[in-house]
């Protein structure tokens, strides 16, 4: 290891107890829609948005409306409710003959957002409220949401991507454990002592590799559910990169594999010691497990935003092939791996979210001598009490 030091350190049968229409001149379809929102148009709205008046026609549609139900405005304007949405639940009930919004009970509100079909069998998330003018009155308008079900599915398919990964990875370890102590229990007086620490020792890292995927999952779901917590502490970070340098040299790496440079000036960083070594953790691994060559890291002071907050910066390069430049904007992502020599491809993911945890960014790019390139710069993080 060779250290550059320059310091010490989502209507008809829809209403079938609605009020006749009026008997006076009717209001040209969707001119209700821009009253009723004080200069706000509907097409703006990201998600779907249908209005029916009092007499259960629909008054509005909006762009968003069109387009997941492939109905247009046009024809759905002035039409009752079920109509312009004939909806149905996954049981093949018709949605607006179920629900009667118009007369049904009057304490009623609305319906929760669940999963319907429309024609085709297309899926739907449909939510609805229904306004009164006091609470036990009659229903003046129903306001409908729209949305479409892609978010979801994307996040079904990730959940099983997920679960598929667990179960991929915990098969070997567990298989191997399960072996060697099967085979040691019906075994152990046939083998020397010699044989039954290699085995142990085999089911000891094994064993590790089980705890250490458990972590990963348990911060995935703290991460994507804003619970990460971090717990600051002074860090010496140039210690810490030393000591996870030193882990790989013992494993079998050359010492001249790494370059160390630590810049003057560094400022006192408080952080979670234990999140900073899963973060160098998971950015050395990654360069000597992917990239060629000589490893660099550098850690330089420098200031963050337009105050010019202090903060640590931290980079981590190797000489290998690097990262093509189409899977740049993948790299962070579960399950991005960028090689074929193993790994979950959930350790980027979890840096990402352990470095904004503290407030920090992380970037990724090309090194100076081709390969990859990964940037985390921290904020000092300096407890209120202390400033």
């Not at 779907?48 to 109905?71: K, P």
């Not at 102590?181 to 007086?189: H, P, R, S, Y």
């Not at 935003?305 to 903060?311: A, L, V």
Request: charged share 25%.
């Amino acid at each position: 290891m060779t250290v550059d030091t320059d310091s010490p350190a989502q209507a008809r049968s829809a209403a079938p107890h609605a009020p006749k229409p009026s008997e006076s001149a009717p209001e040209p379809p969707g001119a209700t829609a821009a009253a009723g929102f004080a200069g706000l148009d509907p097409d703006d709205l990201p998600d779907g948005l249908v209005i029916a008046d009092e007499t259960g026609r629909v008054v509005c549609f909006n762009a968003a409306a069109r387009r997941i139900t492939a109905v247009p405005d046009d024809r759905a304007l002035g039409l009752p409710l079920d109509e312009a949405l004939p909806l149905e639940d996954l049981k093949g009930r018709r949605w607006w003959a179920l629900t009667d919004p118009y007369g049904g009970l009057s304490t009623r509100r609305g319906q929760p957002e669940r999963n319907l079909l429309l024609p085709g069998g297309r899926e739907v998330l449909v939510s609805a409220r229904y306004v009164r003018e006091h609470p036990t009155g009659p229903v003046r308008r129903v306001v409908v949401s729209l949305r479409g079900t892609e978010a979801r599915r994307r996040t079904e398919r990730s959940h099983a991507e997920l679960i598929a990964t667990v179960a991929h990875e915990l098969r070997s370890p567990l298989t191997s454990v399960k072996g060697f102590t099967a085979t040691l229990l019906d075994k152990w007086e046939r083998f020397n002592d010699e044989q039954k620490r290699l085995m142990l020792e085999t089911v000891d890292a094994d064993a590790g590799r089980i705890k250490r995927l458990i972590a990963e999952l348990l911060d995935i779901s703290r991460i994507d559910s804003g619970r990460l917590e971090v717990r600051r502490q002074p860090v010496d970070i140039a210690a810490a990169v030393g000591r996870h340098i030193q882990g790989h040299t013992t494993g079998g790496q050359s010492p001249d594999r790494f370059f160390v440079r630590i810049r003057p000036g560094l400022p006192a960083l408080w952080a979670d010691p234990d999140k900073i070594d899963q973060i160098l953790g998971n950015l050395l691994e990654n360069a000597v497990r992917h990239g060629e060559g000589t490893v660099t890291i550098e850690v330089a002071p420098t200031t963050l935003g337009d105050d010019g907050e202090e903060g640590t910066e931290v980079t981590v390069s190797d000489e290998g092939p690097g990262i093509p430049e189409a899977s740049m904007s993948r790299v962070f992502t579960r399950f991005w791996r960028g090689s074929k020599r193993g790994g979950t491809g959930l350790g980027l993911y979890i840096v990402k979210g352990v470095v904004e945890a503290h407030g920090g960014t992380i970037t990724v790019g090309r090194g100076p001598r081709g390969g990859a390139e990964f940037r985390f710069i921290l904020p000092v993080g300096t407890p209120a009490h202390l400033l």
